[in-house]
């Protein structure tokens, strides 16, 4: 079935390097790759997305690029603070499947002052 | 704009007990879904519902049922519960399904013992 996998599952950086976290998604039919930020006890909440017709998409500090060759996509964080500490999720998912999103299983990423 | 709201947000149940979790949205959006989160799986998808009167199983469906009771309304419902279903519930809702923004709730932090 379709698969995300998400690495690392822990970060730990430095305040002011760069984070990055990678993701494979194993069904070639998915088109839209959104990043999600869950900060302790809270919701989960977009950041980001991209889809399958970008390579590369920036926000700010935030990054996100897209091989679809290689069916991997990344996330990238520069200038890292420690309000950046939380946990990660990439997920995919395609058209004319309702919306279902597949997660990957979280990166947990520590900016240390 | 309350966004997405669901209760309760703590709950204990006994092995073999029933319960309802209602989530509801005043986004006026179409779909609606329901995750599992446990630690090192990222989320998991158990039902969603693409649009008013449709519902659909995701990954994890096994122990659970929903109802989509109105535009604004889904619950899951745990008829037997069990110590496996011990976990954080978190709903959604998108616009529409297919590629679009999920906007989480609060969460439910289930206990079965």
């Known amino acids: 079935g379709e698969n995300v996998e998400q690495h690392p599952s822990t970060l730990s950086v430095q305040e002011g390097d760069s984070a990055v976290i990678k993701c494979t998604y194993s069904?070639?039919?998915?088109?839209?790759f959104p990043w999600y930020k869950q900060e302790l006890g809270k919701r989960p909440q977009l950041i980001i997305d991209?889809?399958?017709?970008?390579g590369e998409k920036k926000d700010q500090r935030i990054a996100v690029t897209l091989n679809k060759t290689a069916k991997h996509f990344s996330l990238h964080i520069t200038e890292t603070q420690p309000e950046d500490s939380a946990v990660y999720f990439c997920?995919?998912?395609?058209?004319?499947?309702?919306?279902?999103?597949?997660f990957g299983q979280g990166t947990e990423l520590s900016v240390k002052p | 704009n309350a966004g997405v709201t669901q209760t309760p947000k703590f709950q204990v149940l006994k092995t073999g007990q029933s319960m309802t979790l209602q989530c509801a949205q005043d986004?006026?959006?179409?779909?609606m879904y329901w995750y599992r989160q446990d630690p090192g799986m990222g989320l998991r998808l158990i039902y969603y519902?693409?649009?008013?009167?449709?519902?659909d199983k995701g990954e994890v469906p096994n122990g659970y049922n929903v109802s989509r009771l109105n535009k604004r309304e889904f619950s899951l419902r745990l008829e037997s519960a069990a110590p496996s279903q011990t976990s954080v519930y978190f709903c959604?809702?998108?616009?529409?399904?297919?590629?679009?923004?999920?906007?989480f709730g609060p969460g439910t932090r289930l206990t079965v013992t």
């Open positions: 959604a809702s998108s616009e529409a399904p297919g590629t679009y923004e999920q906007y």
């Open positions: 986004m006026n959006h179409n779909s």
């Open positions: 519902s693409a649009s008013e009167g449709t519902t």
């Open positions: 997920a995919a998912s395609r058209d004319n499947q309702g919306g279902k999103l597949i």
């Open positions: 991209i889809r399958s017709n970008v």
């Open positions: 069904d070639s039919a998915s088109n839209y």
